[in-house]
């Protein structure tokens, strides 16, 4: 986007137009002390066996030991990749002399132990393997608040969708990396994307545009809300639609799925008598932005209409689109869900 093509003028009717100021925005603290599962380094498992069986024997050995009881620590450290640190999972790879690494950097190491520099061959270490089936262990998000803990070869399936990851970055105009908790991404939106911030629930932007014929080069605002103790990212961008030029305004909720769905948002866009309006669910930002955008989920507009909006000769964009996000309430006496429009 270029920014010196677009402009963006808020408002938030009858409301505090102040810039949200957040004191305080870091992650949660993990627990105190260590962790009983954790580990801070990697471990390997080593002996001077010259065949497989010998090494997933002495492999057992390591892990059971004389009193045949473990800590956990020293088997999670065993399936701990010593090149890329990520638990090892089937199939687990082993040199000649009980070298272990994941079937990943098996590959990336063209077949060269990187711990003595032997050659790996195809042995598996069936031995680490089996003890893995038997342990648990937690979410390793558990220090983002997470309290599930699960059988090993269960733990990545929930891992990939548990509701303590940490989200990606809401940014739609590049594609940033960063990661982290909804206060930190705030923080991170307003100070590092120089992101509007605004609070209420009601709002009305004008979006202007000098060339609105050139949108091939997607142009977008996103802006901020806080509202109903919670952020909400109000997204406007020009894309193609097959052949068609289009607008689009969508809200994505800045929390998951579940939460999202306690609140409802309206779009409203017109003028010369004629309007188009929409209503609906803001999406939950792990929904990606391009995601929402492509299944249409948001306020189109298409751009003679967007330009008859506009008025004067139709050669400039000037947009105004106004909204507001309600959270709905369920009444336990009459049942149907009310509306509450601010807090």
Known sequence: MEYDNI????????????????????????????????????????????????????MVNNIVGATGITPATSVHELLECPVCTNSMYPPIHQCQNGHTLCSTCKARVHNQCPTCRSELGDIRCLALEKVAESLELPCKYYNLGCPEIFPYYSKLKHEAACNFRPYNCPYAGSECSV?????????????????????????????????????????????VFHSFGQYFCLHFEAFQLGMAPVYMAFLRFMGDEAEARNYSYSLEVGANGRKLTWEGTPRSIRDSHRKVRDSHDGLIIQRNMALFFSGGDRKELKLRVTGRVWKEQQNPDAGPCIQNLCS
């Open 179 to 223: 990661v982290g908790d909804i206060p930190f991404l705030v923080a991170h939106l307003r100070d590092d994307h120089k992101v509007d911030m605004h609070t209420g629930c009601t709002f009305n932007h004008r979006y202007v545009k000098s060339n609105p014929r050139e949108v091939e080069n997607a142009t977008w605002m996103l802006t």
């Open 7 to 58: 402009e963006c003028v808020s408002s938030i009717d009858g409301l505090n137009e102040d810039e949200i100021h957040h004191h305080n925005l870091h992650h949660p603290s993990p627990h105190h002390g260590h962790h009983p599962f954790s580990s801070s380094k990697p471990h390997n498992a080593t002996n001077n066996a010259n065949n497989s069986n010998a090494n997933n024997s002495n």
